[in-house]
C-alpha cells in the first residue's frame, strides 16, 4: 500500500486573505518502516513567468520567478519513520503583503501548503495542497480611490473633402474603487454632429489586464480578458445629442489589483465603452481605470443602502389603522368583484409602503352628490336608534339635529321636516334642485297658505310665530337621541 496524505483544513473552499492563519491537521499513512532525513511541512507562495517569442532565425525565451512567502516547519527529525497513520496539527500564517492567486497565459501566482518526506536515498515524498489567498484591500485608506474619473474622446468619420461634424463623447464613473459583485454605474454623453452616421449602440465590458516581466532576459509580455459584457441598443441619431446612464456588476471570483508595480505578474481593470458606428468605420473607444478591492467605499455602500426599501415595524397605532382598513367578513358569501379586490389590495399597499395617500382620494364630494344623492342616501340607509356617523374627510359643517320634542304644536305641523336636514349644512333642495338652505324659503308655503285663506286673528297670527320660534329655538337633546360619533 503507497504512502497516502490527507489535509484537513478549517474551511472546505480553501480561500484566505492575506494577514490570517490557516489552521487544520495532516493525516499522513505509511504501510513500513521508512528511512528519513527529515519530514517538514512548508507553506510557499511564488509567481512564475515564462513564454517564447519565434523569430526568423532563431527562438527567443523569456522568463521569471518571484518567491512572496516561504515557511519551512519540522514534524520529524528522527532517522526511523515507523509505520502507522500521523497526525501533524498546523497553523500557519499569511504574510500581509501577499498577492492574490492569479493566472494568465503567460505566468501564474500559486500558493500550497506541502508535506515532505526527505529521505536520505531516492526522490523525496511530496504532497501539496493548493490554496487560494486574496489580498485585502481597503478602498476607504486611499482617497485617490472615491475621486471620479472620466475619458473624452473627438471623432469624424470622413476626412477632406468629404468632413463631416464631430463625434464628441465622454464616460465618467463616480469613483474609481469597486469591489467584486458590486455594480459600477457609470455616464455616457454623446453629442453626434455627423449628418450622415447614426450612433448604432454601446458595448460595455469590464477588461482584465495582465502584465507579465521576465528577468532572463528583460521584457513585457500583456494580455487582456474580458471579464464581463452588456450592450446597450439605443440609438443616437445624428444630429443629436443622448445620455446613457446604465451600470454593469463586477463578477465575483475577480483577483484583486495589484498595487505594487515591481511584481512580475501585474493585474489591474479597465471599464471600456466602445461607440458603434456601423457601416466601415472603426469603433470609438473610451476606458477609465477600476480598482478592485475587497471593502467597498463608504458613500458608495451608503448610496445602495439608501436605494433599497426599509422595512419598518409597525407601530401599535399603525397596527389598528391596518386592522381598522382590513375588509370584515360579509355575512352573505358572495364573490367579490375584481374592482373590489383591486382596491382593497391598492389599500394594503399604500399602508405596507407608508407612502402619503393620493390626491385623487383626497377631493371632497361633488356638489350634486352633497346635497342630492349622497346625504340622502347615507340618511336613508343609516337605521334608526343609535347610528354611527362616519364624518367627511373634507372640511365642512358637522351639524347634527335628533328628534327634538315639540313644545305646543309638533314639527310636522309647521311644514319643516328634520329629518331631511343635511350633515353638510343646507337643508333640502326641492324637486327643480334649488337649494333651501334659508328660513325664508322655508316659510314661502306657510306665507302662501296665509294668503289664500281668510287673515287670522290675533290669537292664530300668534301660534305662527311661536311656531317659527319653535324652528329656531330648537330644544336641547335628550340623552337617548344623541348620534355615537
Known sequence: MPTTCVFQLDRLNPVYNSGEYISGRILLRTDKVK????????????????WS??????????????????????????????????????TLRIPPDCPSTCKGPYGYIAYNISLTIDKPWGFDEIFRK??????????NYN???????????????????????????????????????QDVPFCVEIDNQSPHYDI????????????????????RNFYTKTLCKELITDRTLRLSKRVYESSICVPMDTPRSTLNP???VFLHYTLQVKLKTGCFHYDTDLSAPIVIGTTPLQHLRAAILSQQPV?????????????????????????????TETAVDEMHQVLEDDEPPSYDSCLPPS???????????????????????????????????????????????????????????????????????????????????????????????????????????????????????
Open 53 to 90: 517569442m519565434s523569430g526568423k532565425s532563431e527562438t527567443s525565451n523569456y522568463s521569471g520567478h518571484q518567491q512572496y512567502l516561504h515557511s519551512r516547519t519540522n514534524v520529524f527529525d528522527n532517522s526511523l519513520f515507523r509505520a502507522g497513520v500521523h497526525v501533524y496539527v498546523l
Open 367 to 485: 356638489f350634486s352628490f352633497a346635497t342630492l344623492g349622497g346625504s340622502q342616501q347615507t340618511l336613508e340607509s343609516q337605521p334608526s336608534g343609535h347610528q354611527r356617523i362616519h364624518l367627511p374627510k373634507f372640511p365642512g359643517f358637522s351639524t347634527f339635529i335628533g328628534t327634538a320634542p315639540a313644545h305646543g304644536l309638533g314639527l310636522e305641523d309647521s311644514g319643516l321636516d328634520m329629518r331631511q336636514y343635511r350633515s353638510y349644512g343646507s337643508l333640502d333642495t326641492d324637486h327643480t334642485g334649488r337649494s333651501l338652505d334659508t328660513f325664508g324659503s322655508l316659510c314661502g308655503p306657510l306665507s302662501e297658505q296665509g294668503e289664500a285663506e281668510e287673515e287670522p286673528e290675533d290669537g292664530e297670527q300668534l301660534r305662527v310665530l311661536d311656531v317659527a320660534a319653535q324652528v329656531h329655538d330648537v330644544a336641547p337633546l335628550q340623552p337617548q337621541d344623541e348620534h355615537q360619533f
Open 130 to 139: 493548493p490554496i487560494n489567498v486574496v489580498q485585502t484591500l481597503d478602498l
Open 311 to 339: 422595512r419598518r415595524t409597525p407601530t401599535p397605532e399603525r397596527q389598528r389603522l391596518i386592522e381598522r382598513v382590513q375588509p370584515r367578513p360579509a355575512t352573505v358569501t358572495e364573490e367579490p368583484t375584481q374592482e
Open 35 to 50: 528511512r528519513v532525513n527529515a519530514v517538514y511541512v512548508t507553506l510557499e507562495g511564488e509567481a512564475k513567468v515564462q
Open 200 to 219: 448604432i449602440g454601446l458595448e460595455v465590458s469590464i477588461k482584465q489586464h495582465f502584465v507579465f516581466l521576465s528577468r532572463k532576459p528583460v521584457k
Open 262 to 264: 515591481n511584481y512580475i
Open 143 to 181: 482617497p485617490e480611490f472615491a475621486l471620479p474619473v472620466k475619458d473624452e474622446n473627438i471623432k469624424y468619420l470622413c476626412h477632406w473633402p468629404c468632413i463631416s461634424g464631430p463625434i464628441s463623447s465622454s464616460l465618467a464613473l463616480p469613483a474609481s474603487g469597486f469591489t467584486p459583485l
